[in-house]
């Protein structure tokens, strides 16, 4: 019943040996599809992040199913485009930390947003961690791969949330999905403050 909060909790403690933000420390140099589809799964952040999306979206049942991790994509690759083409956004890293506490609060306290604000909450992180992966791509070999790559494991992550979450609808299971938001949450925390 509290496997996905054990399974969270013991990959946070062991990655955040890495660093804050590892995804973003390293360039997708040389980089193609394979190189994007990796890539979430190399950084503790964007990884906690997608799988919170799915999460919540579980949570709230319905359209949200599709509409929220719908928009955290959509977003993503708008500030990826802007990241990309140079624009410059502050505080990209402490946004994708704060995606992981506020993402994290949202799943712990099962927070019953309508389905357009909760994609707003969502959009809002997406465009940092776009933004973060879209600087990236001018040193990659190809960059329409690489992001096509990017998009797909993204979407997966987030898959992988709202099947979880699905599969965990019973009183137990929603207690391991809360425990396992605060979990994301302490991460992000560490993230802000611990680097």
Request: hydrophobic share 60%.
């Given at each position: 019943?509290?496997?996905?909060?054990?399974?969270?909790?013991?990959?946070?403690?062991?990655?955040?040996?890495?660093?804050?933000?590892?995804?973003?420390?390293?360039g997708?140099?040389?980089?193609?599809?394979?190189?994007?589809?990796?890539?979430?799964?190399?950084?503790?952040?964007?990884?906690?992040?997608?799988?919170a999306?799915?999460?919540?979206?579980?949570?709230?049942?319905?359209?949200?199913?599709?509409?929220?991790?719908?928009?955290?994509?959509?977003?993503?690759?708008?500030g990826?485009?802007?990241?990309?083409?140079g624009?410059?956004?502050?505080?990209?890293?402490?946004?994708?930390?704060?995606?992981?506490?506020?993402?994290?609060?949202?799943?712990?306290?099962?927070?019953?947003?309508?389905?357009?604000?909760?994609?707003?909450?969502?959009?809002?992180?997406?465009?940092f961690?776009?933004?973060?992966?879209?600087?990236?791509?001018?040193?990659?070999?190809?960059?329409?791969?690489?992001?096509?790559?990017?998009?797909?494991?993204?979407?997966?992550?987030?898959?992988?949330?709202?099947?979880?979450?699905?599969?965990?609808?019973?009183?137990?299971?929603?207690?391991?999905?809360?425990?396992?938001g605060?979990?994301?949450?302490?991460?992000?925390?560490?993230?802000?403050?611990?680097?």
């Amino acid at each position: 019943m509290y496997r996905l909060f054990i399974f969270i909790l013991v990959v946070a403690v062991s990655l955040l040996q890495h660093g804050a933000a590892q995804a973003h420390l390293y360039g997708a140099t040389g980089a193609g599809f394979e190189g994007g589809f990796v890539h979430p799964f190399s950084g503790l952040d964007h990884m906690l992040a997608m799988v919170a999306v799915g999460l919540w979206a579980a949570q709230r049942g319905g359209k949200a199913l599709w509409v929220v991790p719908g928009a955290f994509i959509f977003v993503m690759v708008l500030g990826g485009l802007a990241g990309f083409l140079g624009l410059h956004l502050p505080f990209v890293e402490t946004g994708i930390a704060a995606s992981l506490m506020v993402l994290g609060l949202l799943v712990a306290f099962a927070l019953p947003l309508h389905v357009a604000a909760m994609a707003a909450v969502v959009g809002l992180f997406a465009f940092f961690h776009g933004h973060a992966h879209g600087t990236e791509l001018p040193e990659a070999a190809s960059p329409a791969a690489y992001a096509g790559g990017f998009v797909l494991a993204t979407a997966a992550l987030h898959a992988f949330g709202v099947g979880t979450g699905l599969l965990l609808k019973r009183p137990g299971g929603q207690i391991a999905v809360r425990l396992s938001g605060a979990a994301i949450a302490l991460v992000g925390l560490f993230f802000v403050f611990g680097a």
